[in-house]
């Protein structure tokens, strides 16, 4: 019975082997991810006497090759959530935290929790992609964001409140007609400085020109208003490129967030649950995949609550002797980016009211019984996920795919 503990840092990990009453089978030593050195480990590892298995923490991306490597090596390997090490065997007054150390507390941990670690084993290449997909996805959606915003700030200078002018969606290329509409005229000046007459020629030459819609009383109304805007900035080329430069950087990251949309949708239709997911209400091309990208195979959770446990949405409990707590908050020890994508899912039902969607129904019931926002926000995105859960996993549980086995240690 060995127990190897590895603490995973990028590059290299630090791998310690233990056995029962404490006894050590290896010092701490240094392994780099490299190919040669991983092989070298696994052929190590199998040498061993007795049954052996490693417990390593899934930390961001460095511990995945050292698992690979291993898993395809025939060696046990199981990747616990990190926070399961951190609050395991703090009995001591002394504060160690080094690689060694750490290695030896993971394989404590093997060994105290032997029966119950789940092996680990690689994602499919779809899901794997979906989610590094989604990762980018949110990385670049939170850019958007920030230069939208960093846009609106220089136009209010230049020209307020023309991100108001026009409420066309954004298109699929990622563009959208108030940012093109800026760029043109990215001053007050610009349409002010010309008669009614010829700014309305003139936007209806920039409408052709855009493929948007030309409306006579809408260039009438533009030019109508733009007469009454205080601008801060004076029309000059400075402020231009400012405006026109951050102009460039939106239209750049949006175009990307709308590919990774495009991509992200038509990788997830490979997987078989695509259209279940899909059928729930709430779900669309953004959402649905990025829910299937953060979940995964709905198959490695044991049950329901599994699912809420490792999006974080999972209710707390506080009870001792005669006291037990009426209210408790959530653990939030789950997934940031599938509670995320989860309240997002829940702004949707709120936003669209149906009356026939239990979760939405649930929602309006706690909503109405005068729950603050996190508390019902929260309870909503539960009971989606026992719907999700539900549905899925009988869907799934027909087919004969096998079940890619990520665990989380929160998952179980």
């Known amino acids: 019975m060995n127990a190897v503990g590895i603490d995973v840092s990028k590059g290299k990990s630090m791998v310690s082997v233990i056995r029962p009453f404490g006894e050590l089978v290896t010092k701490p030593y240094e392994v780099r991810h490299t190919a040669s050195e991983l092989r070298v480990l696994a052929s190590s590892l199998k040498s061993l006497e007795g049954e052996t298995r490693v417990v390593l923490e899934h930390t961001g991306r460095y511990y995945e090759p050292v698992?690979?490597?291993?898993?395809?090596?025939?060696?046990?390997?199981?990747?616990?959530?990190?926070?399961?090490?951190?609050?395991?065997?703090?009995?001591s007054l002394r504060k160690v935290k080094t690689d060694k150390a750490d290695s030896l507390k993971i394989a404590r941990y093997?060994?105290?929790?032997?029966?119950?670690?789940?092996?680990?084993?690689?994602?499919?290449?779809?899901?794997?992609?979906?989610?590094?997909?989604?990762?980018?996805?949110?990385?670049?959606?939170?850019?958007?964001?920030?230069?939208?915003?960093?846009?609106?700030?220089?136009?209010?200078?230049?020209?307020?409140?023309?991100?108001?002018?026009?409420?066309?969606?954004?298109?699929?290329?990622?563009s959208q007609k108030w940012v093109d509409f800026a760029a043109s005229f990215w001053h007050v000046d610009c349409v002010r400085s010309m008669s009614q007459a010829s700014f309305t020629e003139r936007y209806r030459k920039w409408c052709k020109r855009h493929g948007y819609q030309f409306c006579a009383t809408k260039a009438a109304e533009i030019h109508t208003e733009s007469k009454e805007l205080i601008a801060m900035q004076?029309?000059?080329?400075?402020?231009?490129?400012m405006v026109q430069e951050a102009i460039a950087q939106l239209n750049t990251v949006s175009k990307a967030v709308e590919m990774f949309r495009t991509e992200m949708n038509r990788l997830?239709?490979?997987?078989?649950?695509?259209?279940?997911?899909?059928?729930?209400?709430?779900?669309?091309?953004?959402?649905?995949?990025?829910?299937?990208?953060?979940?995964?195979?709905?198959?490695?959770?044991?049950?329901?609550?599994?699912?809420?446990?490792?999006?974080?949405?999972?209710?707390?409990?506080?009870?001792?002797?005669?006291?037990?707590?009426?209210?408790?908050?959530?653990?939030k020890r789950g997934s940031p980016e599938l509670r995320k994508t989860l309240f997002v899912v829940m702004t949707v039902l709120l936003q669209n009211a149906p009356p026939?969607?239990?979760?939405?129904?649930?929602?309006?019931?706690?909503?109405?019984?005068?729950?603050?926002?996190?508390?019902?926000?929260?309870?909503?995105?539960?009971?989606?996920?026992?719907?999700?859960?539900?549905?899925?996993?009988?869907?799934?549980?027909?087919?004969?795919?096998?079940?890619?086995?990520?665990?989380?240690?929160?998952?179980?």
């Open 67 to 91: 698992a690979q490597m291993l898993h395809d090596a025939g060696v046990f390997v199981s990747a616990v959530n990190p926070l399961l090490i951190k609050e395991y065997g703090n009995n």
């Open 110 to 174: 093997g060994l105290d929790n032997w029966s119950e670690l789940r092996q680990h084993s690689p994602m499919d290449t779809i899901r794997y992609q979906l989610k590094t997909m989604n990762r980018q996805y949110g990385l670049y959606a939170k850019n958007k964001t920030a230069f939208k915003n960093n846009l609106i700030a220089l136009l209010d200078q230049t020209y307020p409140g023309v991100n108001a002018l026009f409420e066309s969606p954004v298109r699929a290329d990622g």
């Open 234 to 241: 004076l029309k000059n080329p400075l402020a231009k490129v």
């Open 268 to 331: 997830a239709k490979e997987l078989p649950e695509y259209d279940v997911v899909m059928s729930l209400y709430g779900t669309g091309k953004s959402l649905g995949p990025q829910l299937m990208a953060e979940i995964g195979d709905v198959r490695r959770f044991a049950h329901k609550g599994s699912l809420t446990a490792f999006a974080g949405v999972d209710p707390g409990a506080n009870q001792s002797g005669t006291y037990e707590a009426k209210s408790t908050h959530s653990s």
């Open 356 to 412: 026939d969607d239990p979760v939405f129904q649930f929602l309006d019931k706690k909503r109405a019984e005068g729950k603050p926002y996190y508390v019902y926000m929260t309870a909503g995105c539960n009971k989606f996920l026992r719907i999700y859960y539900g549905r899925v996993k009988e869907f799934m549980n027909t087919l004969d795919t096998p079940v890619d086995l990520d665990s989380t240690g929160l998952s179980r």
